[in-house]
């Protein structure tokens, strides 16, 4: 069989990939559930659709945590089987990967070994950062730009990257994301009402109240367990608890944004002033997000279409464009090195 191009851009929550030959793109749940710590039951949506409802012997997993792979094997299996599940899988194909910048050598090697040392046998393997990726797939000339910033929320990690000239100028990974948001709504929620609620449950508060707008007077009924009495019930929570529980975490983010473009190069930082600053990552459909860091750092700020597609967007223009591809490395070449 002909050889076949993915993309890949492997998220923490959800993998995204490009597939050429069927010149399509879709999106699983980066998960995987196993029974007795070594039989696997599902992998992707279907797992994810078990998360916090499984039986003591099944596990839910991840098997990335902050952006970087945590449990190869696991990684390597689920990878594989999505990549086969329904779809005309082709051994011994390309691979272009979207990685972070922000992480060390042996984590971005991981990435690599997950589809050279697998049966997917890759015959070819390139990586692009993240953020180059981003660029390309919002349509922005990354080698005439003369600076953007991108500001990708993602479920556990907020990568911000400076892009000019063709490549990365500044980046920098935040180990904060939307599940740090939900952890947050999930705390306040058991230390102000003495209720219980499911990372699902706090990840449809934040979905549903934002960051701004409303009257901010709106609530929310959810389901949980009452733990002074111990049983299931049912709680109203306030609109503005929800984003009180997610304000410390957003305030770090626009702190590390502003310290960000105080260590942009002026001629660079100019350019982001005039093209402002650019939201991507699941996480920047945030009601509210986009106008709450305008406000806070002053500069213009867009929220990207398909924000959380954006990077293996970017991967399939690369892959259907000769100059584009110029921007990848390959991670086969002798000469190759991350960082120039
Ligand atoms: N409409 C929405 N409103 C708010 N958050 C959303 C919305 N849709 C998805 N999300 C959040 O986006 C996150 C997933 O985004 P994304 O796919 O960019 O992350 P990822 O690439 O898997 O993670 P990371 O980049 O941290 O490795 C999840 O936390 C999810 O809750």
Redesign the pocket.
Known sequence: MARNIYGL??????I?VYDKKQDSTW?EK?VIAIVDGKEILAVGDEAYAMFERTPGNVEVVFP?K??VISRFTDMQYLLQNLLKKERRFTRGSEYLIAV?TDVTEVEKRAFFDLVVHSTAKAKEVSIVERGVAQCIGMGIDVRKTKGMLIV????????LSVVGSGGMVLNKMLKI???TF?VAVQNMVRRNYDFLIGRQTA?AL??RF?VLGGNGKASMVVAGRNLVVGVPRYQEIPSSAVRAAMKESLETCTSQIGQLIERTPPEVARSIRKNGICL????S???GLDRYIEAVTGYPVHVAAK??LCAVEGLRRMINSKELKKLSYSMLDENYRWIR
């Open positions: 851009d492997l998220g923490t929550y959800e995204k999106k980066n990335m902050e952006g972070p990708d929320f993602g479920a556990a990690t907020t990568e994301g939307g599940m939900d990840e934040r979905k934002g991507t990552g699941g996480v459909r945030l009601p924000p959380d």
